[in-house]
């Protein structure tokens, strides 16, 4: 079953402070990986979107990484903001006949001062 | 640029009553639309999807029903609406191609009461 797993399911760090959220996919065969940042109450925003030909995708102080072999992804965090409080949620495009998008749950981000 | 529009950012319901919620994108065409709904701290769920006029394609059965009368406009309806249709709901488009990532509308949030 295609299924997509994020973790930690909420964190809380201090503004300055670094993190890294988790991914990891069943989905096969594998065609693309997004992140994206969704603030309360609006539609989620594309942070990065990596192949299966790519490990490391940056967008400012965000930085994707993608291992294909073992099916993980990272989202990591630097500096972090109060801005940065949101929802991340990964996605992933899988080529199975048709194009399928699975969706992650999300990990919770609460940047406090 | 291309932009996309939902419309109403909010609303509130009695249950059994009918439902319409508009989406529409601007400056692209042929879009390939879809719609979303998100209950609380939940994951995104795809309702529906569209490749083109008059094509509708459901994901999941529910008390929900799309159309797509313009290339450029989505609707997602319901005739009688239940307790469990509260949620917030989610239109996006992408290319033609299912390679590209997926943009978002701004989101309705939907209380059923």
């Known amino acids: 079953k295609n299924q997509v797993e994020q973790s930690p399911q909420s964190l809380i760090i201090l503004e300055g402070k670094n993190c890294t959220l988790q991914c990891n996919y069943t989905v096969s065969p594998f065609s693309n990986l997004r992140w994206y940042k969704q603030d309360t109450g609006r539609g989620p925003v594309s942070l990065t979107i990596?192949?299966?030909?790519?490990n490391t995708k940056s967008n400012g102080r965000y930085t994707a990484t993608l291992d294909a072999d073992t099916k993980q992804s990272s989202l990591h965090i630097t500096a972090s903001q109060l801005s940065d409080s949101a929802s991340y949620i990964c996605v992933v495009t899988g080529n199975t006949g048709g194009f399928k998008t699975i969706f992650g749950a999300g990990t919770r981000l609460f940047v406090k001062a | 640029s291309q932009t996309i529009h939902q419309w109403p950012a909010t609303l509130v319901q009695p249950v059994g009553s009918p439902l319409s919620l508009e989406c529409t994108v601007e400056g692209t065409s042929n879009p390939n639309l879809y719609w979303y709904r998100q209950a609380a701290g939940r994951g995104l769920q795809l309702l529906f999807y569209s490749v083109g006029i008059g094509q509708i394609s459901s994901e999941v059965p529910q008390n929900l029903s799309a159309s797509r009368p313009q290339d450029r406009q989505f609707i997602l309806s319901s005739k009688k609406l239940l307790l469990s249709d509260s949620g917030f709901y989610l239109c996006?488009?992408?290319?033609?191609?299912?390679?590209?990532?997926?943009?978002f509308g701004p989101g309705t949030r939907l209380t059923v009461l």
């Open positions: 996006a488009w992408t290319p033609t191609s299912s390679y590209n990532e997926q943009f």
């Open positions: 990596m192949t299966f030909s790519e």
